[in-house]
């Protein structure tokens, strides 16, 4: 995958796509897997808003279930099924308990009811169906729990993912099939045709934000997939009357010391309907998530102490041992882009995806809502109703549903992780532990990450931090991954995610070197990337 904004001018592309997060990655994918001629540009990189600070989840949302949201959950757990087909490195099942304490908004005959109808909405399997423990059973699975009041527990099944490398491998699956995507590349106005009585965009002016260059970009047909800036992108539009189309709610996320390596928690957050998760998370525990709402610019949302003493509270109450402000190792926020339903609260608020068609404009929409378990779906259900329009020939919806995804073609995943743990130490020397962590964020595309050591044995050696990291895999993410600065990799490529804010630093410099000779920054551009990284390192939530 190869940056090249100067491409943009030769061709007039059926679809523009405006947004690199999840929404617009996967309607990139699925255009391009159909014929059609896409071009994806994002303002700063693949993934760094919303889709890399969600709660790593593929899920089917079993709250929703209490809002009689059937539809939303049925999709979400077909949608969990076809992931798991598409991307096994990507889409791992994870068992959830969720203990039952008196005074829960929910008891244990209301639970049975409720997971039997999740489980009809489509699970894995047998293995994959939930069932009920007692007392005894719940304390024995997870000797943290606080085993006052508690009553019961059940035990269910979602998936854990990284939210970011899903991101990037729609885009690379994209590209592979002729898409032209660039990262750092930001919209700066939009043309409508002068004549007819209905307007259309037929281009726009993108900047290149790593060179200051401008480029022409000319479509048939735009796609505003921007997340939490979707307004910021549509106050471009000719006759734009300032209205609003998502509410944007910030989610915080803290990372702790692991409770359980084997299972997440899920329960509720007393008073009120909000529920915490806390998923095991690269050794560590991810806690999450607050749902309030948020008028700020998205660029700078943060976490606050406000919101650790919250989700501490809620975890709490269901621990044995609890946290203290002391024990979070690092935290993070992003901002759900929520369709807008006037009068619900934030937690009540749809998580179903909307198309937005401005009046008067009959080849732009917005999309507004949607989660990282259904985007897959958004993107065929919008490539069906845009090639319609077009008047476009395309293929079949089949193949986005089978093709898998870049690093999916492994085959039974666990047998497919043993076998390639065992290459990468015999082949390339690498130790067990950095194989099986390379294998499992890389999938089948690991031996691309590896294969360079056989000329360059450097390349091998593993750079300061804990999990370790290789050169290789820095290298990989500049020439085959459009990494174009520390940030870039540590956090959105490396495969992990917020940890590397808090665990990797150390590491950066070395990170920064690698960038430097293979990019030709020179010392302040090197210094300008550390303390980029730097800054997303803070821990506003710290005592």
Avoid at 383 to 407: C, Y
Wanted: charged share 25%.
């Amino acid at each position: 995958m190869q940056r090249d904004l100067s491409a943009l001018a030769e061709r007039t592309y059926d679809l523009a796509i405006i947004g690199g997060g999840i929404n617009g990655a996967a309607t990139a994918r699925e255009a391009a897997l159909r014929g059609l001629k896409v071009a994806l540009f994002e303002a700063r990189d693949f993934s760094s808003g919303t889709s890399s600070r969600s709660s790593k989840l593929i899920h089917g949302g079993l709250r929703y279930l209490e809002q009689f949201d059937f539809k939303l959950v049925h999709e979400s757990r077909t949608e969990r099924r076809t992931l798991l087909a598409l991307a096994p490195h990507l889409a791992c099942p994870l068992p959830f308990v969720l203990p039952i304490y008196r005074g829960d908004p929910y008891y244990p005959l209301k639970i049975r009811v409720g997971l039997s109808i999740y489980d009809l909405l489509g699970n894995l399997g047998r293995a994959d169906r939930h069932r009920m423990l007692s007392r005894e059973e719940a304390l024995r699975l997870i000797p943290g729990l606080r085993s006052e009041n508690l009553r019961a527990a059940a035990v269910y099944y979602d998936s854990e993912t990284d939210d970011a490398r899903l991101t990037l491998e729609m885009i690379l699956a994209a590209a592979e099939r002729g898409a032209n995507v660039a990262n750092y590349a930001e919209i700066r106005a939009l043309e409508t045709s002068a004549s007819g009585q209905s307007p259309e965009i037929v281009s726009a002016e993108v900047e290149d934000r790593l060179t200051g260059r401008r480029h022409e970009l000319a479509a048939r047909f735009w796609v505003n997939a921007a997340g939490p800036w979707v307004d910021h992108v549509r106050a471009l539009l000719p006759g734009f009357d300032g209205t609003k189309t998502v509410r944007l709610t910030k989610g915080t996320h803290l990372i702790l010391p692991g409770v359980d390596p084997d299972h997440a928690l899920f329960a509720a957050i007393l008073p009120g309907d909000r529920i915490f998760l806390m998923l095991p998370w690269h050794g560590h525990a991810l806690l999450g998530t607050t749902d309030t709402d948020f008028d700020g610019d998205p660029a700078n949302v943060q976490p606050d102490r406000a919101d650790t003493d919250y989700l501490l509270a809620a975890v709490n109450r269901v621990l044995r041992r609890p946290f203290s402000a002391r024990d979070v190792r690092g935290s993070f926020a992003g901002l759900r882009a929520l369709a807008i339903e006037p009068g619900r609260s934030a937690s009540e608020n749809t998580r179903e995806y909307r198309f937005h068609e401005e009046p008067g404009i009959k080849n732009f929409v917005s999309v507004c809502g949607g989660k990282l378990t259904t985007a897959r779906a958004l993107g065929e259900k919008l490539v069906d109703r845009i090639a319609a329009q077009l008047g476009a020939a395309t293929t079949s919806a089949q193949a986005s549903r089978t093709t898998p995804l870049p690093g999916g073609n492994t085959g039974s995943f666990e047998d497919f992780v043993r076998k390639a743990m065992d290459e990468a130490g015999k082949d390339f020397g690498v130790p067990a532990q950095i194989a099986e962590r390379i294998v499992r964020t890389y999938g089948s595309r690991w031996q691309q990450v590896l294969g360079p050591i056989r000329e360059s044995p450097a390349l091998a050696e593993p750079l300061a931090g804990n999990p370790p990291l290789l050169r290789a895999e820095v290298q990989f993410a500049i020439r085959h991954e459009m990494a174009a600065n520390v940030e870039d990799f540590l956090v959105r490529r490396s495969g992990l995610n917020w940890l590397a804010a808090c665990s990797l630093r150390e590491a950066a410099p070395a990170v920064a070197e690698i960038f430097a000779r293979e990019l030709g920054w020179s010392p302040e551009r090197r210094q300008a990337s550390l303390a980029a990284f730097a800054r997303c390192c803070s821990l506003p939530t710290s005592p």
